[in-house]
Each structure stands twice: as C-alpha cells, then as structure tokens.
C-alpha cells in the first residue's frame, strides 16, 4: 500500500527477532522482484533447529523456554475458553495436549504446525529457517547480532553464506544479548542498536545498485 500511495518513496524494512526472520525469508524468496529496497534485521533466527536447541536445553530452557511456552499456553487458554464444545472439535489442535506442552519446540508441535499445514515440526523447522537460502537474497540486508545472544547462538550464524553473498552483511558484537545492545555506564537511554539503525535508515537514502562490499 506504501508504494501505491507513494511509488517514490523508498521502502526499508526493519526485523526484530521473528519479524527480521520472516523479513529476511521475503528477500531470498521474492529476489529481485522484492519490493523493499533494503532490510535491517535484529537478533533473528536464521536456524531454528539451533535456536530452538539452544532455548530448549540447560539454563536456557529454565530461563526462557518453560516461561515463553507458559505465556503463549495462557494467551491459548484466553482464546479457547471463548469457543464453544462444537468449536472447540473445529480446531485443527486438541487443547488438551496444548497444556501439557512445557517448552516451545513442544508447543510449535502441538499448535504451530497443525495450524498451518506442517506435518512435522522438522518440516515446520526447515521451511522457516534462512540458512541456505542466503546466495538468493539481492537486496541489501544488514543482520544485527550479539555473540552472548540465548536466543541465536553464536555458532548458528551464517558466516561463509553471508560473506559469499555482497548483498549480505553479519554485524556481531561481543555482547548485546537478545535485542539488548545497551550501551554506556548507565544504559537508560538510547541503545547501539537504534544507533545502528538509524544509520543504516540514513545510508539506505542514498543507496544505489550495485552493492559493492568494502574489506577493512
């Protein structure tokens, strides 16, 4: 509707955790024909099955996986508490066993894949993870990351794929966390990260094609 409206004006998108990974699979799979003119994505998942190993074990698991998977269990129960016996046969899940999911690879099984269409969760997995897929991407996109992020480990990231690809840029600090990045004595304020984008937003005015990569 952007581009309807203004066909001028460049459009940059921006992706925090889930959203940069959905942002980033709309670059490989739409190529050239893609509509946006650069992407910056922030702490995003490029291997679910890494990411969702690394929530699913050790601290990580009691820390945020249990926890993320409770929340998501009581927005569910809020939802389904409203439906009646007869829709409740409707849907495509039993919330019995919803309940009984205690991290979220097990909720993506119970819920995400039946909802849409995935048979299994390691096709669910396949489908939405990014790595692999980079050498299609041909817009500028800029991927955010901290090495020390639970979410996306370090050892998960896409370095060779990235660096084969001029389109495609890996900025990963010693520390940041998940979306964190915070800066300075006192870090109440302004972040790296909005620092960085804003940056990248400025750069992205005067872009033009082709995209040639630097070495420091």
Same mark, same amino acid.
């Given at each position: 509707r952007i581009k309807s409206h203004y066909p001028s004006t460049p459009v940059v998108g921006v992706g925090v955790s889930l959203g940069g990974t959905i942002l980033t699979q709309y670059l490989h799979r739409l190529g050239?024909?893609?509509? %946006?003119? +650069?992407?910056?994505? %922030?702490? +995003?998942?490029?291997?679910?099955?890494?990411t969702f190993g690394s929530l699913d074990s050790g601290i990580n698991k009691i820390l945020y996986s249990k926890r993320l998977c409770s929340e998501l269990k009581s927005h569910m129960k809020r939802s389904t508490d409203l439906l009646s016996p007869s829709e409740l046969k409707d849907l495509p899940f039993d919330v019995a066993e919803v309940a009984k999911a205690e991290v979220v690879s097990q909720f993506d099984q119970t819920v995400t894949c039946p909802v849409f269409g995935y048979s299994t969760l390691q096709e669910y997995y396949t489908a939405g993870s990014n790595s692999g897929k980079i050498h299609k991407i041909r817009r500028p996109l800029l991927s955010l990351h901290a090495a020390d992020d639970p979410f996306v480990p370090k050892h998960s990231l896409p370095f060779a794929e990235c660096e084969s690809n001029p389109h495609t840029v890996l900025a990963v600090s010693s520390h940041g966390g998940h979306v964190g990045f915070m800066e300075g004595l006192l870090p109440t304020q302004h972040t790296w990260m909005n620092r960085v984008c804003r940056?990248?937003?400025?750069?992205?005015?005067?872009?033009?094609?082709?995209?040639?990569?630097?070495?420091?």
């Open positions: 050239t024909n893609c509509d %946006i003119k +650069a992407v910056l994505s %922030i702490s +995003a998942a490029w291997d679910l099955f890494q940056e990248f937003l400025e750069a992205m005015k005067h872009y033009q094609e082709p995209l040639t990569r630097r070495r420091l």
